[in-house]
């Protein structure tokens, strides 16, 4: 969830062909199935063994490496509908009222719940804390074809993380509806202290997988973050829905167990 001032708008329609374009490299999505391919069989020569131990443990992992945002790509975002009516509020005078920054240090793990609460309207004025904290969770649950979708990966091996911002409070996602079953909740930005679409959120993300940028897919609801992801060399999938992401992901060679009728 992003509680920044973010316009409700729909997603201009673009055609495959052009869409799963690298803005540097213009390969399209059967080229981006050969890099995935490619990058599933290429290790680091090290001379030192310490850098061929490394080499070993890339070997071994299941390219591509799949990252996913987390709010409106996997789980629904409360914070449209359900955070307005709590307060009694429309969206417009919620976005009026509150201060401009706090909810963004709250997901950097810069302040704790409790110092938001002291700041999360510009006046300062009280709320119950607990109680949207319960309206939060109470409106968590998974985008359709999503949690059957995230099993099929890690039934076939494939490494999972988000890669979301989202404050502590991603914890109180998880103890509802167990994501942490399919993915590691690794680049959470409470923990890594950055937030998408910023370019060092990306390099801190590669830097901790140790593997090339073109073999990790990453998956996000909003363009400019995949746009981002495809500025640092990943391969970039904007998500619609569940069935479209399918079809996104079998074309770039990853194993899946689709139906007949959606492979024609």
């Given at each position: ?86 307060f009694k509020m429309s969206m417009k005078e919620l976005l ?6 706090a909810w963004v240090e709250f997901e950097k793990g810069q ?111 909003r363009v400019e973050n995949v746009e981002a992801a495809r ?34």
């Open positions: 969830m992003s509680l920044l001032l973010r316009p409700i708008t729909t997603t201009t329609t673009t055609t495959t062909s052009n869409f799963f374009l690298l803005p540097s490299s213009k390969k399209p999505l059967s080229r981006l199935r050969r890099r995935c391919s490619m990058a599933a069989t290429t290790t680091t020569t090290a001379s030192s063994s310490s850098l061929e131990e490394q080499g070993q443990e890339r070997k071994e992992k299941k390219l591509p490496i799949l990252l996913f945002d987390v709010m409106d790509t996997l789980v629904r975002d409360p914070f449209y509908n359900d955070i307005p009516q709590f009026e009222c509150k201060h401009p920054t302040i704790d719940e409790i110092q938001l609460a002291k700041k999360f309207f510009k006046d300062g004025r009280p709320f119950d804390l607990e109680g949207l904290k319960e309206c939060m969770v109470r409106g968590y649950f998974y985008i359709d074809g999503m949690e059957p979708l995230l099993q099929i990966l890690k039934e076939k091996g494939y490494e999972l993380h988000a890669f979301t911002n989202y404050p502590i409070w991603y914890m109180m996602i998880d103890n509802k509806l167990k994501l942490s079953d399919y993915l590691s909740w690794t680049f959470c930005s409470c923990k890594i202290g950055k937030r998408k679409p910023a370019a060092d959120s990306y390099v801190e993300v590669l830097h901790h997988l140790g593997v090339e940028a073109a073999s990790c897919v990453f998956v996000d609801d500025n640092a060399g990943m391969v970039g999938l904007h998500f619609r829905n569940a069935d479209s992401l399918k079809q996104d992901l079998f074309q770039l060679g990853i194993e899946l167990q689709l139906e007949t009728s959606n492979r024609n």
